[in-house]
Nanobody
Framework: VQLQAFGGGSVQPGGSLRLSCAVS????????MGWFRQAPGKEREFVAT????????YYAESVKGRFTVSRDNTKNTVYLQMNNLKPEDMAVYYC?????????????????WGQGTQVTVSS
């Protein structure tokens, strides 16, 4: 199983980025996908999750209204559109897969993890 996240970069506050995570080696539609992030010196935290069908999403309060998670099951890819980025969004972003039918924010329920992509928000 491989999860490969990409699309990170450096933007100014208020800018946008779109992260992608390409998944192989599992039945993609059977997995809930999540995005997490970890800033230096902080615990890894939940950002967003989307169910296997793409019909259900759930967000951390800190990103609600600014971030949108989606997936394309024909491409085995999950996305995180990040708008109006703030300095506090700066972190390494990880995608992860959980073999469950429901969305979950619980880190331990995600079995497969990608390598992370850096998002820097700075003026």
């Amino acid at each position: 199983v491989q999860l490969q996240a990409f699309g990170g970069g450096s933007v100014q506050p208020g800018g946008s980025l779109r992260l992608s995570c390409a998944v192989s080696g599992l039945t993609f539609s059977g997995y809930t996908m999540g995005w997490f992030r970890q800033a230096p010196g902080k615990e890894r935290e939940f950002v967003a999750t989307v169910s296997g069908s793409g019909g259900t999403t759930y967000y951390a309060e800190s990103v609600k209204g600014r971030f949108t998670v989606s997936r394309d099951n024909t491409k085995n890819t999950v996305y995180l559109q990040m708008n109006n980025l703030k300095p506090e969004d700066m972190a390494v972003y990880y995608c992860a897969a959980a073999q469950t039918a429901r969305t979950t924010r619980i880190t331990n329920e995600y079995y497969y993890w990608g390598q992370g992509t850096q998002v820097t928000v700075s003026s």
